[in-house]
């Protein structure tokens, strides 16, 4: 259903499915709260790990960017100097005057390549240092083979926590390392990367920063679900499957039920390379929906956001805020 619902062009008829995906988790109109605070759990950890990859992917794009803009006015380069040599072999006025023209012209073509190589060299510079310490600290080495490769497969979302985390007397330097090079990577990227970082960054900066993200994101699932369960009930009773309705609206629905399958599919997944027996999927929902406030409980009693456990945040027989 799921599946489906991605190839829909019909937003109502795309959300039915959506709808009916998650359903198969054995929950239902009633538990709009359980989801709605499972989901906020366990957005915790992918918009963490959606940090990682932004402020990485998009730093690395800046400096492949200004590679190839240096790399790029070679070709330019030759193309003038080929146009101005042959204006050279021409002894009309006609002739001197289009080689004057390609004269300054190469020299500007001269200058902006000048200016681009060492824009490229001074942002090289600056983020090669960045991406070694995040590589070193953060991916256990990375790809040996592609040494600007920051690819998540092999992050520790607690180590990236801790490095976003506010700073402490007792912050060891790896860690400290680790906040400046992201710090470089994010200020390199800008954009919405940098205010990824930086909004996350206020949000553990105070576990009551958090706790309010947690009900904002509570709020938000719900409000959502409440839209998706109605325009599904309106498309049923009525027959009309292609009503116009908000797209954008109908993606995050989507994304719901994407959400949903995918915690419970680690959840699935953990249990069975344990060899212990599957739980129901609804028993799965309301476990994690039961963690998001016990971490509420923790959080009202704690002074800051340090002890926070995110890798396993959503993982069975797991603490959410014990890192042991």
């Known amino acids: 259903m799921a599946n489906l619902a991605g190839r829909m062009d019909a937003p109502v008829a795309s959300v039915t499915l959506a709808w009916s995906a998650i359903e198969s988790a054995g929950v239902a109109a009633a538990d709009f709260e359980t989801i709605g605070k499972a989901c906020a759990l366990h957005s915790v950890r992918q918009q963490l790990l959606s940090v990682y990859k932004s402020v990485t992917d998009s730093a690395n794009s800046q400096l492949r960017h200004a590679r190839w803009h240096a790399d790029g006015f070679a070709a330019i380069l030759a193309k003038a100097e080929r146009s101005l040599a042959a204006a050279n072999l021409g002894t009309t006025a006609a002739a001197h005057e289009a080689a004057s023209r390609l004269?300054?012209?190469?020299?500007?073509?001269?200058?902006r390549q000048a200016e681009a190589r060492a824009h490229a060299a001074q942002l090289e510079k600056a983020l090669?240092?960045?991406?070694?310490?995040?590589?070193?600290?953060?991916?256990?080495g990375?790809?040996?083979?592609?040494?600007?490769?920051?690819?998540?497969?092999?992050?520790?979302?607690?180590?990236?926590?801790?490095?976003?985390?506010?700073?402490?007397?007792?912050?060891?330097?790896?860690?400290?390392?680790?906040?400046?090079?992201?710090?470089?990577?994010?200020?390199?990227?800008?954009?919405?990367?940098?205010?990824?970082?930086?909004?996350?960054?206020h949000r553990l900066a105070a576990p009551s920063a958090l706790i309010d993200f947690l009900k904002d994101q509570q709020e938000l699932f719900h409000g959502l679900l409440a839209w998706m369960y109605a325009s599904r009930n309106l498309a049923i009773h009525t027959g009309e499957f292609a009503l116009p309705a908000d797209i954008l609206t109908a993606h995050?629905?989507?994304?719901?039920?994407?959400?949903?399958?995918?915690?419970?599919?680690?959840?699935?997944?953990?249990?069975?390379?344990?060899?212990?027996?599957?739980?129901?999927?609804?028993?799965?929902v309301i476990k994690v929906a039961g963690r998001h406030d016990e971490l509420i409980r923790h959080l009202r009693g704690a002074t800051s956001c340090h002890p926070l456990n995110v890798a396993t945040i959503s993982a069975p027989d797991c603490d959410c805020w014990h890192r042991t």
């Not at 801790?162 to 400290?176: E, I, W, Y």
């Open 103 to 111: 004269r300054d012209s190469l020299a500007g073509i001269r200058r």
């Open 128 to 140: 090669v240092p960045a991406i070694d310490v995040v590589r070193q600290n953060l991916l256990q």
């Open 142 to 201: 990375g790809d040996r083979d592609n040494p600007f490769n920051m690819s998540s497969w092999k992050l520790d979302l607690n180590d990236f926590l801790d490095a976003v985390l506010p700073r402490r007397a007792s912050t060891p330097p790896a860690v400290q390392q680790t906040s400046d090079a992201l710090t470089v990577l994010a200020d390199a990227a800008g954009g919405l990367a940098r205010e990824q970082l930086t909004a996350w960054q």
């Open 252 to 284: 995050a629905g989507r994304g719901i039920a994407d959400l949903i399958l995918e915690f419970v599919g680690h959840w699935h997944q953990d249990q069975r390379g344990r060899g212990v027996p599957e739980d129901e999927p609804r028993n799965i």
